[in-house]
């Protein structure tokens, strides 16, 4: 059974995107070795193990004296315990003597505690009787404000596994292992192909008719926000052998193609008919029963994913949240069983009532706004062709396929951009 464009079938949302995944599984993704410096954000292809023990030494996390616990068992104010200083540990230092019974060494937070003491003595539970003597008022217990040699992580011990998404701490991690390179995923390029006579430079006079090109701008930066490399490869006619050109140059250096236009049903639609040609398995789905986004095509050739967006750009936003998002991530070298955990949420009150007859998935756009001590949202209505919808929202809600609406007050969860 054909839908009102032609199509023979529309697939769900969620069956549209289940398979593109599942026919990127078998996907070899590229790794490189990568210093620390430019690996933020970048996906590990291979587990990190610590070279050394970290610390490397016992240091103190205090400043105050370093003692042998056992000599300041029962110190209290009225009967203090009386300790010698015999030595000064400085920062950076190694400390090359032995710390006797009776004696304390003051130390700086980060100091190597010395043979012999096995405990930190905090500058604020002590006393100075002089320069060589001070009296502690409170016991302090062994490995009492010490980090021991090793503590944090063995040598060998595995520090990030395969898969696992750098952030700044790791960064951080790793520079005080001594770690300067990593192997991690390479980035992946992302081809961005403007289609239709109607679309024109930014720089070119607007004729009427004419539409600026705003979806290469958007797809780029939802890119590279996603750990993408944009390649704008310009505007293009809806042309036969211009487009089929364009299609097998990008398909030879990108990791993903996304057409941006062209994708309606319609006398001047080549999209799908130029990716079935460009190799096998071809067009996965055209059509997904989702507001805004329904003409959107998947596809599939030689391992590549190649997608046809609408030309709003609304709905650009919406498929690439959907659909190129997961897909990116995946090719960057997410693990899948993570992507749930990429979306950002909050929970909301719905300001105003909306209504729904579509017979879709709908994706409603949204602003926050707080009321007292509850967050609320306001649906920002507009044809999915308007630009100024994507300026005022911070998210969207969805309607489910079997719901006619929600209403005022109701609960909502609003994904954000």
Known sequence: MKDMLGREEVLTEKDAR????????????????IEIENSL??????DILSPEDLPSFTRSTVDGFAVRAENTFGATEAMPAYLNISHEILMGEET?????AGDAAKIATGGMLPVGSDAVVMFEHCQSIDDKMIEVLKPAAPGENVIHAGEDCKKGDTILTKGHCIRPQDIGALAGLGI????????????????????????????????????????SGLIELQGGIPVKKGIFPDNYDVLKKVLEESFSE???IIISGGSSVGTKDLTAR??????????LFHGVSIKPGKPMIGAIVEGKPVLGLPGHPAAVTVCFELFIKPVLKILAGQKRDSLQGLKKTVRARLSRNISSGSGRQEYVRVMLEERGSEIWAAPVFGKSGLITTLI???????????K?????????EVELF
Do not use: C, M
């Open 41 to 46: 954000n970048r996906i590990l292809s291979r």
């Open 404 to 412: 006619t609406g929600l209403s005022e007050g109701e609960e909502v």
């Open 180 to 219: 300067i390179k990593i192997w991690a995923y390479e980035k992946p390029k992302v081809a961005i192909i403007s289609t239709g006579d109607e679309v024109v430079p930014l720089n070119a006079p607007l004729k009427p008719g004419q539409v600026r090109d705003i979806n290469s701008y958007n797809l």
């Open 254 to 256: 990108a990791d993903i």
């Open 96 to 100: 090359a003597f032995e710390l006797k």
């Open 18 to 33: 289940e398979l593109l995944l599942k026919s990127i599984e078998s996907v070899h993704l590229k790794e490189a070795e």
């Open 392 to 402: 005022k929202a911070q998210g969207t809600i969805v309607i489910t396929l079997n």
């Open 274 to 283: 130029l990716i079935n040609e460009l190799g096998p398995p071809g067009v």
